[in-house]
C-alpha cells in the first residue's frame, strides 16, 4: 500500500497530466493552424471553428460535467473523460476535411468536460490539510499555465518532423498512462445520488455560449451582417435568462448563484478568466504574426511565447505558498497589474526591439501565474468540499470562457482591423483583404503587396495588444476593490451561503 502522503501527492501528478492534455489542446494548434489550413484548405471562419469548437463546446458542458461529478463520483467521471478524450484524439488526429475536424474538437471537448472538473476536485477532497491543498493547487494552476505554454512549442516540434495529425496522436500514450495510475491511485467515488444531473440546463448554457461567440465573431467582421448579429445575441440572451431562470427553480442547481455573493470567490472567478484571456490571446496573435511577418517556423514562434509560461512558473509556485502569509488582495490584483505592464512592453517593442518583447511576456507571464496560483485556492476554499464539483465547474467555465472569447473576440479583431486597414497596389485581387495568409500567397514576386499587407498586419496586431492591455487593467481594478478586505489570515473564508443545502424558493 502506498503511504498516504506520498499517495496524496502521486495522485496530484495523474490528475495534473490530465489537465495538462486539457490546456495542451487549448493552444496546441496556435502554431499549427497555417499548416491546417494549408493542408486540409480550411477557410478563415472554418480555421477559428476549429480551434473555437474545443473550448465552446467544453464551456457548455463543465457546469454540467461538474454537478455530474458530485452525483456519480469524481473518479468515475475522471476515468470516463480520458477514455473519451483518447478516442476523440485518434478522431482528429486522422480527420480528412475541416468540418470533420471541428468535429472531433468538439468530441474531444466532451472528454475535457467530464475530465477537468474531477481534477480540481479530487485535489479538493483529497488534500485535508490548507497549506498541503493551497500548495497543491498551485501545482495545478501551474500545470495549467504550462499547458497553455507547451502548446505551441509542441506544435512546432511535431510539425517540423511529422504531419499535423501528430499534434493529436501525442495525446493517446499520456492517457493510456494516467488511466493506468488513475485505476491505482485515485479515491473510492464518494458518489451522492440524492444530487440531481440536468441535461437541460447544460443544453442551455451552451446554446448561450455558442450563440455569444457566433455573435462576437460576426460583429467584429469588416462587413458584419446585421440579420446574423442580432439572431445570435437574441440566442445567446434567450439561452442565458431560460438557463438562469431554471438554476432558479431546480432544487439542486448545475449552478447556485449564491456562492457569487462572496467576493473572494468571485474575484478567483475572474482572475482565472482574464488570465486565460490574456494568455490565449497572446499567443494566438503573437505566433501568427512572428510566422506570417517575420518568417518564423512554428516551433521558433512557439518558443517565443513560451516565454510566457516561463515567466509564469516561478511566481505561480511561490504565490500558492506565500497565499496564508500575505493574503489575496496582493497576489490577484497585484498579477494582474504586472500582467498589464507586459503587455504594454510587448505592445512597445512587438516592432522595434526582440529583447523588450521577450521582456514583456516573460513580465505578462509572471503576473499571470502569480494571479492564476490563487485564483483556484479563492474558488475552492470558499465552498464546502460537498459543492467542490460545482466550483471546480465555476472555475474551468471560467479558463474556457477566457480562452474562447479571447480567440473568437481577438482573432476576428486581428482578421477585421487587417482587411480594413490594408491598401493594396493597384490591380491585386480583392480576396487579398481576406486576411494576410491570402495575400502572401498572391503576393509572391510582389514585394509591394507583401509591405502593405505585413504593415496592416502589424496595425492590427497593435490594436490586438491595446485591448488586450485594457482588459487586464480593468481586472486588477476590479478585483482589487473586490479583495480590499482580504489580508494576510482571510484568504479563505466561509462560503457563500445556502451552498449545502436546496435552494428554496
Known amino acids: 500500500m502506498v503511504p498516504s502522503t506520498r499517495r496524496r501527492w502521486l495522485l496530484l501528478t495523474v490528475v495534473s497530466a490530465g489537465l495538462l492534455l486539457i490546456t495542451l489542446d487549448n493552444s496546441i494548434l496556435y502554431a499549427a493552424l497555417p499548416t491546417l489550413i494549408e493542408d486540409l484548405g480550411a477557410s478563415g471562419s472554418q480555421s477559428l471553428w476549429i480551434i473555437n469548437a474545443y473550448p465552446v463546446v467544453m464551456a457548455g458542458l ?68 490548507e497549506r498541503e491543498r493551497n500548495l497543491a493547487i498551485a501545482v495545478w494552476g501551474s500545470l495549467a499555465i504550462v499547458g497553455s505554454g507547451l502548446g505551441p512549442i509542441v506544435g512546432g516540434i511535431l510539425l517540423d518532423h511529422f504531419w499535423w495529425g501528430s499534434v493529436f496522436l501525442i495525446n493517446v500514450p499520456v492517457v493510456v498512462v494516467a488511466l493506468t495510475a488513475a485505476l491505482v491511485l485515485a479515491p473510492p467515488d464518494d458518489a451522492d445520488p440524492s444530487k440531481r444531473w440536468d441535461l437541460i440546463s447544460s443544453l442551455l448554457a451552451l446554446v448561450a455560449l455558442v450563440s455569444l461567440v457566433i455573435a462576437i465573431k460576426e460583429a467584429t467582421k469588416s462587413s458584419p451582417a446585421p440579420l446574423v448579429v442580432a439572431a445570435a445575441v437574441l440566442a445567446a440572451s434567450v439561452g442565458g435568462w431560460a438557463f438562469a431562470r431554471r438554476q432558479r427553480r431546480l432544487p439542486y442547481p448545475l449552478l447556485d448563484f449564491a456562492i457569487f455573493r462572496n467576493p473572494a470567490f468571485l474575484a478567483g472567478v475572474l482572475a482565472a478568466g482574464l488570465s486565460m484571456f490574456a494568455i490565449a490571446g497572446v499567443q494566438l496573435v503573437t505566433t501568427q ?30 504565490g500558492g505558498a506565500v497565499l496564508h502569509k500575505v493574503g489575496l488582495l496582493p497576489i490577484v490584483a497585484g498579477g494582474l497589474a504586472l500582467s498589464t505592464a507586459g503587455t504594454l512592453l510587448v505592445l512597445i517593442g512587438f516592432d522595434t526591439s526582440m529583447p523588450l518583447l521577450v521582456t514583456g511576456l516573460l513580465v505578462t507571464g509572471a503576473g499571470l501565474g502569480a494571479a492564476m496560483s490563487v485564483a483556484s485556492s479563492a474558488i475552492m476554499g470558499n465552498v464546502p468540499a460537498r459543492r467542490a464539483g460545482m466550483a471546480s465547474s465555476v472555475e474551468e ?31 491585386v485581387p480583392d480576396r487579398a483583404r481576406d486576411s494576410l495568409d491570402a495575400a502572401l500567397a498572391l503576393g509572391q514576386g510582389d514585394p509591394a503587396l507583401i509591405r502593405a499587407a505585413s504593415d496592416a498586419f502589424d496595425h492590427a496586431y497593435a490594436v490586438v495588444m491595446v485591448v488586450v492591455t485594457a482588459v487586464m487593467a480593468l481586472g486588477a481594478i476590479v478585483t482589487g476593490l473586490l479583495l480590499r478586505r482580504h489580508g494576510p489570515g482571510s484568504a479563505l473564508t466561509a462560503a457563500a451561503p445556502h451552498a449545502e443545502t436546496p435552494a428554496h424558493h
Not at 402 to 424: E, K, M, N, P, R
Open 62 to 129: 463543465l457546469l454540467g460535467s461538474g454537478t455530474l461529478g458530485d452525483r456519480v463520483g469524481h473518479r468515475r467521471m475522471f476515468l470516463i473523460g480520458l477514455v473519451v478524450f483518447g478516442a476523440a484524439s485518434l478522431a482528429a488526429a486522422f480527420s480528412s476535411s475541416p468540418e470533420a475536424l471541428i468535429a472531433a474538437r468538439a468530441f474531444l471537448a466532451v472528454g475535457a468536460a467530464a475530465m477537468m472538473p474531477a481534477t480540481l476536485a479530487l485535489i479538493r477532497v483529497t488534500f485535508d490539510d
Open 289 to 318: 504574426r512572428f510566422q506570417l511577418v517575420e518568417g518564423l517556423t512554428p516551433l521558433r514562434a512557439g518558443l517565443l511565447v513560451a516565454a510566457v509560461a516561463l515567466g509564469a512558473l516561478p511566481t505561480a509556485m511561490v
Open 397 to 427: 467555465v471560467s479558463y474556457e470562457f477566457g480562452s474562447l472569447v479571447a480567440v473568437a473576440l481577438l482573432g476576428s479583431l486581428l482578421t477585421a482591423v487587417y482587411s480594413t486597414t490594408v491598401d493594396l497596389p493597384a490591380g
